[in-house]
């Protein structure tokens, strides 16, 4: 693999500093900071405001005061193209008419403008997630696991130090989810990068995670090492999603 | 379906395409048999004068299906890119005007913004310009089949951007792709579908558009076969080359028919907001700024034409025209052949639809029921091979023996603006009574709904708001129809149409403006009463 940036070390955290935001009729008020180098999960009810905190992240929402950071860059103002993020929806991750090498490759050039190397590097990623030679294949013949892979090969060639997660893997049957998991963690061993993953499954917390948090309400209620959160027992909400 | 209910439906299809079959077929074979049509037809088919106006016919309606499409696209692109601005949703209503909006209205308000006296050339003159835009000839046609046109391929091309998966979008975000890339790796892949279909069928509509050709056509050098038809039969009386016209017309609208099989037809299902949709690229200020100005020349030359109409209408001496008699005569006629034709068109519509229906649910149908089921399938494509022109034509030339036919054009008028809308109200009617079956079959079988009980409660509310909306939009084609009137008009039958076409014959501009907001505002109160339950899903609060 070229391109392998350690950045675990150098610090790729993640920081919300007195973020306020009305949307609609519902307020939002986060302010934490999270480890760099770290699985962390993001969990909480429907609604409670987890996928706003990642757009928060991600540039897709701007907030009404404070600050975003990350890296211990201030990127609040910054375009998402110009935020060290790379991305993974549950679903239509790819762009459904173009082929896996196209789709990558709008990963490294948004102009679709690629050298040779930038070619190698493609096939290699897609190598690296169990899909080699599938360079010409379209997302529809693609099984959902599959389709979820090659999104991680555009990750993997974006090389951002921070990857967001809006529950990836579930559209996929539990017996695929602990493969997609391990290989997330071992990407994630690659690149020491940081990941955010927004999960409505707590095994996948006591799987993958590091770290913790539970959104409730437009707040965030808890964030711990994942070995607090798992034993906290002062939360219901957290309880309940716990299942103990 | 009960064994009683499926005779019922199949009876009503047989029904229903035998009648259609024999008012389109007389009138077929009336052209074929018309005295010694085989030989002389033929060979007029190649004379220069026909082959001049099939020429022409068809460089209008490539031109102005280029044009629409290629105009209808950046504002389709701006709409669908600004996902929220005050207004919006009234340009996309205002989208939808055209396709209600009797013709002749639309091409009075093109006179009045685009003619020899409009706003457009006295702001020309006024800069000093010496060459004014003549609009009778080929500019006024493509410009008015723009006007038509434009508007709903750009509906047609929202509906398919509004279906590209919201996360693009936030994908593309993220990656920065410029606009020139989201253009080319996601909308051009969007559109490129749906493109030949919306310019299949705009060339239809303009190879066969009777009315704005006859009013901006100019003269013999800017012909279609629809209009030439009409003058030959009308001015000429030379009936032969009506024939021989008549059947060229039929062999162009099968070609494009053959032509458009070849795409998939591009759905209208109304525009439905679905997933909240983040369109970043939109926020940046260039973008805006073309969005802005794109947005902006679309709204004008759609709104101006209708504004002219309105405030023209406004001006004219409406009182006076609410005193003539002739005035009400008209309406009365247009309204009662309107309903009649929407009700008509409607019934054939959900019988066609049925007797389909009942064929499907069979597990193995027959050879002979699976073929009916084909044809019935096939009568919109039937009802377009034959435009009301040439359809008319057949029956005057049918009834030209026995001289007088005063007494029956109402009721040809009436067949001939059913046939005309029955390919739409199919449209409207099929997917909607599909919908209904699979909602509700099942449950009011096992409950042993049937007969009246299961009309009453169960069929008409839920059909209720698709049926209406497909009679409103009958009775609006019915009453904006020139093309039947034209032909079998004159002193026996007058419908609002024809008497705006005579008043602007005879230059009395000031009523025809008044008529045309009268037939106007008739046509916007159909629109609204057979929408009225139909709410557009309003752009929802993003979360």
């Not at chain 1, 090389?159 to 529950?167: F, G, H, T």
């Not at chain 2, 591009?266 to 679905?274: K, Q, V």
């Not at chain 2, 009246?452 to 708001?465: A, E, Q, S, V």
Request: glycine letters at 10%; proline letters at 5%.
């Amino acid at each position: 693999m070229s391109g392998d940036v350690k950045t675990g070390e150098n610090g790729a955290g993640i920081a919300l500093d007195g973020v306020r935001l009305r949307l609609g009729t519902q307020d939002f008020d986060f302010d934490m900071a999270l480890p760099a180098g770290k699985i962390i999960a993001v969990t909480g009810p429907s609604g409670s405001g987890k996928t706003t905190l990642l757009n928060l992240l991600a540039g897709f929402e701007t907030p009404d005061r404070g600050r975003v950071l990350l890296a211990g860059q201030d990127v609040t103002a910054l375009h998402p193209s110009e935020r060290p993020v790379s991305l993974v929806f549950q679903d239509n991750n790819l762009f459904s008419h173009l082929d896996l090498f196209t789709n990558i490759g709008l990963g490294i050039s948004p102009r679709f403008a690629l050298s040779s190397a930038d070619r190698d590097r493609i096939s290699a990623a897609l190598a690296r997630v169990g899909l080699a030679g599938f360079e010409k294949r379209l997302p529809p013949s693609l099984s959902g696991g599959e389709r979820q892979r090659a999104a991680f090969a555009r990750a993997l060639v974006r090389n951002r130090p921070v990857l967001l997660l809006d529950e990836p893997f579930a559209a996929l049957d539990p017996s695929l989810r602990q493969s997609m998991a391990a290989l997330l963690q071992a990407l994630h061993d690659d690149t020491g990068n940081t990941v955010l993953l927004v999960t409505h499954d707590p095994a996948e917390v006591r799987r993958l995670a590091d770290h913790a948090l539970f959104v409730s309400q437009g707040r965030i209620a808890l964030s711990a090492p994942v070995d607090a959160f798992l034993a906290h027992r002062n939360i219901p909400e957290v309880l309940d999603f716990l299942g103990s | 379906m009960t064994p009683a209910e499926r005779r019922r439906a199949l009876a009503g299809g047989v029904f229903s395409l035998a009648g259609i079959l024999l008012f389109v077929g007389l009138a077929v074979f009336a052209l074929l048999t018309f005295a010694g049509a085989s030989s002389s037809s033929m060979s007029a088919l190649a004379d220069p004068y026909t082959l001049r106006i099939l020429r022409f016919t068809l460089l209008q309606a490539l031109l102005s299906t280029l044009l629409s499409v290629a105009l209808a696209m950046p504002v389709a692109l701006a709409l669908a890119r600004q996902r929220r601005f005050f207004g919006r949703i009234w340009i996309i209503r205002l989208m939808a005007v055209p396709m209600g909006l009797p013709v002749l209205i639309g091409a009075l308000g093109l006179l009045a913004i685009w003619g020899r006296r409009g706003i457009v050339n006295d702001t020309l003159a006024w800069l000093g310009l010496q060459e004014p835009i003549h609009i009778y000839g080929l500019a006024g046609i493509l410009l008015a089949h723009v006007f038509f046109n434009l508007p709903l391929a750009c509906r047609l091309m929202l509906i398919g951007l509004e279906r590209i998966p919201a996360e693009y979008w936030l994908v593309s975000g993220n990656l920065g792709m410029p606009g020139l890339s989201v253009f080319r790796f996601i909308e051009w892949p969007a559109l490129r579908r749906l493109v030949p279909g919306i310019a299949g069928l705009i060339f239809m509509l303009c190879a066969t558009s009777f009315t704005l050709v006859l009013i901006l056509g100019g003269g013999p050098a800017a012909t279609t076969l629809e209009v030439a038809i009409y003058q030959s039969l009308r001015f000429d009386f030379a009936p032969q080359r009506a024939v021989s016209l008549a059947l060229m017309q039929i062999v162009v609208t099968a070609g494009i028919l053959g032509f458009l099989t070849l795409f998939p037809a591009p759905e209208d299902r109304g525009i439905a907001a679905g997933k909240p949709v983040r369109r970043l690229d939109g926020r940046k200020i260039a973008a805006r700024l073309w969005d802005v100005t794109v947005l902006s020349l679309a709204v004008l030359f759609l709104g101006l034409p209708l504004a002219a109409v309105a405030l023209a209408g406004a001006r004219a001496d409406l009182p006076k025209l609410l005193g003539e008699t002739i005035f009400w005569r008209a309406a009365l006629t247009s309204l009662s052949i309107a309903l009649g034709a929407g009700l008509l068109s409607v019934s054939l519509a959900m019988a066609i639809t049925q007797a389909r229906e009942a064929i499907a649910a069979k597990r193995n149908p027959a050879r002979i029921a699976r073929l009916f089921s084909a044809t019935l399938g096939g009568t919109s494509s039937l009802v377009l091979l034959v435009p009301p022109v040439v359809l008319a034509t057949g029956w005057f030339l049918l009834l030209l023996p026995g001289g007088d036919t005063s007494m029956l054009a109402p009721v040809l008028v009436l067949g001939i603006n059913t046939l005309m809308s029955l390919p739409f109200v199919i449209r409207i009617v099929a997917p909607a009574m599909a919908a209904h079956r699979i909602r509700t079959a099942r449950l009011s079988a096992s409950l042993g709904l049937a007969g009246w009980t299961r009309l009453r409660l169960i069929d008409w509310p839920g059909l209720k708001k698709p049926l209406l909306m497909a009679l409103s939009f009958a009775m609006a084609l019915s009453l904006g129809d020139l093309g039947a009137v034209a032909l079998f008009g004159a002193d026996g039958l007058t419908t609002l149409p024809w008497l705006l076409y005579s008043r602007l014959g005879s230059y009395r501009t000031t009523d025809a403006d008044g008529l045309a907001l009268l037939l106007g505002l008739i046509c916007l109160g159909l629109t609204i009463a057979g929408t009225a339950g139909l709410k557009i899903p309003e752009e929802r609060d993003e979360r």
